[in-house]
């Protein structure tokens, strides 16, 4: 079953914009990552945040991450045509595995 | 190093016949997973194995579907006999566990992309 799940499902925007992408997850997590993927690709890491840690920083990319509502989100400031991709949030179940479990992802599409 | 690499990236098999994928993970890494991709069902967890030792197998979806790591450097996940609902995009990947129990991120195969006609 899967834990998160992203939302939109889909997304389209111009170059410039910035895209926000949401994760809801149902059960007590150990840290949250999500993942990018190119078409056709294997998954890329993106960025991880902790349970303990409420926002995240990495280049363009800012996640923040709310224990109480079970939600994550991740923002993509200034777009590029090279973010059209997927994006998938994972959640570590619990704390005695490292069993990753993604969402159905969101498809983000970056029109020049 | 090389990243996760898996063979074969394609394969086309007939009904019925018995399909190995293999998965060479990350060295150092202690964790790696088995992941199947359809547009239908998403990226779907089927095992993984901690130092060698298989922990969940609970999204093996039947006993056609087995995994083995005989060692640190080498995995397999085997189907036998296929079917035309195998068909997807099997991904391996690995991660490694902190000494602190901090857990990091996983890395992944290009995968391979499996049809069963």
């Known amino acids: 079953s899967q834990q998160g799940e992203e939302d939109p499902q889909a997304l389209s925007i111009q170059e410039g914009e910035n895209a926000t992408m949401n994760c809801s997850y149902k059960?007590?997590?150990?840290?949250l990552q999500w993942y990018r993927q190119n078409s056709g690709r294997g998954l890329v890491h993106l960025i991880l945040?902790?349970?303990?840690?409420r926002e995240k920083h990495s280049g363009r990319l800012r996640v923040t991450l709310d224990t109480s509502k079970k939600s994550s989100s991740l923002l993509i400031t200034a777009s590029r045509a090279a973010d059209t991709a997927s994006y998938f949030c994972?959640?570590?179940?619990?704390?005695?595995?490292?069993?990753?479990?993604f969402g159905p992802g969101t498809r983000l599409s970056v029109l020049p | 190093d090389a990243g996760v690499i898996q063979s074969p990236r394609h394969e086309v098999t007939e009904m019925g016949q018995e399909v190995t994928l293999r998965c060479k993970p990350i060295?150092?890494?202690?964790?790696l997973f088995w992941y199947r991709q359809t547009m239908m069902r998403g990226l779907e967890l089927l095992i993984y194995f901690n130092n060698n030792v298989p922990i969940d197998d609970s999204g093996m979806p039947e006993d056609r579907f087995s995994a083995k790591m005989p060692n640190a450097s080498f995995s397999t996940l085997k189907i036998q006999p296929s079917e035309p609902r195998d068909s997807a995009v099997y991904f391996c990947a690995s991660s490694l566990r902190a000494p602190w129990g901090i857990y990091t991120e996983a890395f992944f195969g290009q995968g391979t992309r499996l049809t069963v006609v």
């Open positions: 994972a959640t570590l179940r619990d704390n005695y595995g490292q069993n990753f479990v």
């Open positions: 060295s150092g890494h202690d964790y």
């Open positions: 059960t007590s997590i150990n840290n």
């Open positions: 945040i902790r349970s303990n840690e």
